[in-house]
Structures are given as structure tokens and as C-alpha cells.
């Protein structure tokens, strides 16, 4: 095995950056913030003693059981909304023939564009002043402006806007690799199109619409800036929870712990499908 | 069936790509309300007269280009060194950071630099801003070179190897070349993600390394403004531009 030790000297230098890297960069801050958040808040916003667990303890306070609980309903909707656009766009898609591409990258091209860009084209539509009520005060259908802007709704659109791709690319992947037979089969046997969509492919899609919802769900359950733009601070979700302790309340052991639990909240999704994934496999 | 189907396909780009059409035409409006008052281009001259927005700009220009070559470069070794034996912890981590909510990673990474300032004599700037990118880059190019890398032929490399190539070699002048469109599609990806970051970088960005992103949430915070829309508008135009170049380098 005189060459293989050849590679694996190879293999270890290649390693190397990403490996430094990785662990000054993601782990060690990682590590810092599980420590920060096992500490006690001092005087000015500064770190202190003694070591405690109170800071979790906090995080089952009523006040932010109801931004985590918000969150879940958030990125929930958001992902449901998403299958409900993105399955029948990505069956599109696969059935479009030879402008399939073309489709295809009319989903992915939003993904390219700024995401910064994307929310502030939503402003700009929605705000008191923005395209929609300035058009529907020109035409004499309101008086004053509607709220369209700071409230849930604007949130949860946004998050759809921003993930939908997400939703579409894996569903595209099941469907293309689906045999057009079995479709054909349900039909000599006699099922309509839509029953046969719903009984024959629509199962058959399962591992794509499960990889979809995880890669909506997972971003918009810690989402910052989509809900602290189109939220407008009335739409508090984990990830501004986090971004509020770091500057304005400055209790970064609060903060950390709320980090911490998003993490291990991400993790355990991850982990669950992972496994449901295997199962599947087998 | 088709006919439904066709026409939700339609509402959902329409809803898609509608709002940013929307933005981009009113960059050209006269007037600085959103009311449609004739076309003009002074929007545009109005970006480049401004000097705090050149400097953002040049700032994310500088950050960009120099954490994607760090980023590529550390991305492709990694892949490959992977894709010769895989290595559980470095690939966990690297997926751990893709699901990482940068809301987290921001706060991380601000906790790391503020707590190296105790024993470091720095301070946040271009640097860490930097360093940050890189680290949420690597991820995203490892990914797309693995995936370059699934197609390629472990045979060729033993060719190389059999005609006296040494195994540096055979990566150098046989695998890397192969490649090539799978690493420039990986820069061009790791060059949009960290131009576009806003949320990661306002953590570790100091007071004299503000990003473009940086200066549009401000502008976009203090209210509607077609200088917003003109940027915008370029923006979406550099990067179409930048998937247009990766599309034809990926099929050529």
C-alpha cells in the first residue's frame, strides 16, 4: 500500500485550510458563545460571574416562549405556502419539454440577486408611501393608506419570496428522476389525471417535498432580516431576539443562550431528517 | 390539467420576478415619489456622485474578490482531500455552517473578535470582515466542486500515475484542470454570497469598513429613495451578468 500513503500526505495538506479554518471560525466562536451563555450579565453590559443556568431558565419566560412559539408558526406557514407554490411550479417544470431549463433558471435567478435587494423591492411596494397605496390612492379606491407593511403578513410573505427556491429545486430533482410509466400506468388503469397526480406522483414525491420543507424551514425559523425589515419590529422572531441582546439590551449571556437553543433546535431538525432519510434509503 | 397548471406556473413568476422588474423601472422615474412622472437617468448620476456610497462599494468590491480566492482556494483542496477519503467532523461542520442561521454566525464570530481583542492588538475592520466571509464561504464552494468532482474518473489519476506522475502532479496537471468550471462556478457563488452578505458582516465590520450592503439597509431604513431603486438595478444587472458567465463557462 505504498501509494496510498502518498495520497493520504496529500490529502492531509489539502485539508489543512479548511480544517484551520473551520475550527477558528465556526467552532471556536461557537464554543466562546456556549461559554457566554453559561455566564452572568455584568454591570454595563459586560460578562461576570458566577457560572448559572439562569439564563436558559429565562428562555420559558411567557415573554419569549411567545417569539419561539412565533417563529415555528412562522417558518411552519412559510414552508407550507412554499409546497403549496413549489410543487405545482416544479411539476411545470418537468413538464415544459425543451424549455425546461429556461424555466428552471427563472427559479434559480432570484436566488443569484441580492438577497437585500429582494426585501427592499417588497418595501418598496408595501410602505404607506410605496407603489401599491400611492396607485390605489391615484385611482380614488382609499383615502388613507392601507397597512401593508410591519405586521405578519408582510413577514411571512417575504420569507416565502426569499425561500421559495429552496421549495422547488429539490421537488424538481424527484419529479425529473420519477419514471413518466408509472404515470402512464395509473392511466391505462383508468385514473384521471388529477387522481392519479395525487395518489401515484404526489407520494412518490415525498423525499423532495421533505428535503424542500427542511431547507425553507430551517432559514426561516432563525430568520433576521427579513422580519426585522418587512416586520418593522412588530414581528419579533428568534433571530432578532439574538440581534437585539447583542446591541440594544446588551445581555450577551442572554443572547448566547438564545443562540445556543436556535442551534440545538436546527440541529435536531437536521438530525431527524437525516435519519428519516436513511430509513428511506434502506 | 396542463392549462391550470400553466397558469399558476405564470402567477408564481409573475410573482417572482414582478417585484424587482417594478424596482428597477421606477430607478428611471423623474420623481422622487412613486408616482410615474417620465423617464430620466439622474438617479444614476446621483449614485456616483455620492462618495460614501463609491466607498462602500470599493470596500465590497475588496472584501469580496479577497475572500473568494481564500474561499476557492481552501474550498477546492478541501473537496478534493474529501473526495479521496472522507472525513466526518471537517464535512459535518461544513454542512453545520450552511444551516447555521447567520444571525448566529455573526454574533459568534463579533464574540470571537471582541474577545482576541484582549490579547491581540486590532481592532474590526476590512480584516475580520474578511476573515467572516471566508468562513461562510468555504461551505458553498465545497459543495459545488464535490459535485464537479462526482463525474470525474478516479482512472485518469492512476493513468497519471502509472506514467511516473507523482500524486501532486496528477492533481495538478490532470484533476485540477478538469476542474476548472466546476472551481470558477464556485468562486462566481462565493463571490455573490459574500457581495451580498448584510446580516453577518454589520456584526463584525468596523467604522471604517461599511459595505454596499451595509449602505443600502441604512438608505433603506430611513425611507424610500430611486437612488435605492438605481442601485439596486445595477445590482441585479452585475449579477445576472456574473450567472450568465457562469452558465456559459459551465457548459463550455
Known amino acids: 500500500m505504498k501509494p496510498a500513503s502518498g495520497w493520504d500526505r496529500l490529502r492531509a495538506w489539502f485539508l489543512l485550510p479548511a480544517r484551520i479554518w473551520m475550527a477558528a471560525l465556526f467552532a471556536a466562536p461557537f464554543a466562546i458563545v456556549i461559554v457566554y451563555s453559561l455566564l452572568t450579565r455584568g454591570a454595563y453590559g459586560g460578562l461576570g460571574q458566577p457560572w448559572t443556568l439562569e439564563n436558559y431558565q429565562r428562555l420559558f419566560d411567557p415573554l419569549y416562549l411567545e417569539i419561539v412559539l412565533r417563529s415555528f408558526l412562522m417558518a411552519a406557514a412559510t414552508t407550507a405556502v412554499c409546497l403549496v407554490l413549489g410543487f405545482p411550479l416544479a411539476l411545470f417544470i418537468t413538464r415544459a419539454g425543451p424549455r425546461k431549463n429556461l424555466y428552471l433558471q427563472l427559479v434559480i435567478l432570484p436566488f443569484w440577486t441580492s438577497f437585500l435587494v429582494r426585501l427592499y423591492a417588497w418595501l418598496f411596494l408595501l410602505r404607506d408611501t410605496g407603489l401599491i397605496n400611492t396607485a390605489l390612492q391615484h385611482l380614488g379606491l382609499i383615502h388613507d393608506p392601507l397597512p401593508l407593511l410591519y405586521n405578519n403578513g408582510a413577514v411571512l410573505l417575504g420569507l416565502v419570496y426569499g425561500y421559495l427556491p429552496f421549495m422547488v429545486l429539490p421537488i424538481y430533482a424527484t419529479l425529473e428522476r420519477l419514471d413518466p410509466a408509472l404515470e402512464e400506468a395509473a392511466a391505462d388503469l383508468g385514473a384521471k389525471p388529477w387522481p392519479a397526480l395525487l395518489h401515484v406522483v404526489l407520494p412518490l414525491t415525498a423525499p423532495g417535498l421533505r428535503a424542500g420543507s427542511i431547507l425553507v424551514f430551517i432559514p426561516a425559523l432563525g430568520a433576521y432580516l427579513t422580519p426585522d425589515l418587512l416586520g418593522g419590529g412588530r414581528t419579533v422572531m428568534i433571530g432578532n431576539l439574538v440581534q437585539n441582546q447583542f446591541t440594544t439590551a446588551r445581555d450577551w449571556p442572554f443572547g448566547a443562550a438564545i443562540s445556543v437553543g436556535l442551534m440545538a433546535l436546527v440541529g435536531l431538525i437536521v438530525l431527524l431528517m437525516l435519519r428519516s432519510e436513511s430509513e428511506t434509503l434502506v | ?252
Open chain 2, 1 to 252: 390539467m396542463k392549462r391550470s397548471l400553466a397558469i399558476f406556473a405564470a402567477a408564481v413568476y409573475l410573482f417572482l420576478h414582478l417585484p424587482l422588474a417594478v424596482l428597477a423601472i421606477f430607478s428611471f422615474n423623474s420623481s422622487r415619489f412613486t408616482v410615474w412622472q417620465g423617464f430620466s437617468l439622474h438617479w444614476y448620476a446621483a449614485i456616483f456622485q455620492d462618495p460614501q456610497l463609491a466607498e462602500s462599494a470599493w470596500n465590497s468590491v475588496v472584501i469580496a474578490l479577497v475572500a473568494t480566492i481564500l474561499s476557492t482556494a481552501a474550498g477546492t483542496l478541501c473537496a478534493y482531500g474529501l473526495w479521496k477519503r472522507g472525513s466526518k467532523l471537517l464535512s459535518g461542520s461544513l454542512y453545520l455552517s450552511l444551516v447555521t442561521p447567520e444571525i448566529v454566525m455573526g454574533i459568534s464570530l463579533l464574540a470571537l473578535f471582541q474577545w482576541s481583542f484582549r490579547w491581540l492588538h486590532w481592532r474590526l475592520g476590512l480584516h475580520t470582515v474578511i476573515l467572516a466571509h471566508v468562513a461562510f464561504s468555504i461551505a458553498y464552494v465545497v459543495i459545488v466542486v464535490a459535485a464537479r468532482l462526482r463525474t470525474f474518473s478516479p482512472a485518469l489519476e492512476e493513468a497519471a500515475l502509472d506514467l511516473g506522475a507523482t500524486e501532486w502532479q496528477a492533481f495538478r496537471y490532470v484533476t485540477l484542470p478538469a476542474l476548472l468550471p466546476g472551481i470558477i462556478a464556485a468562486a462566481l457563488l462565493a463571490l455573490t454570497v459574500s457581495f451580498d452578505d448584510y446580516v453577518i458582516t454589520s456584526m463584525v465590520a468596523g467604522v471604517d469598513s461599511e459595505t454596499l450592503p451595509m449602505v443600502i439597509y441604512a438608505m433603506a431604513r430611513r425611507g424610500s429613495s430611486p437612488v435605492i431603486n438605481a442601485i439596486s438595478a445595477l445590482i441585479v444587472v452585475f449579477f445576472g451578468a456574473l450567472v450568465l458567465i457562469s452558465e456559459r463557462v459551465r457548459e463550455s
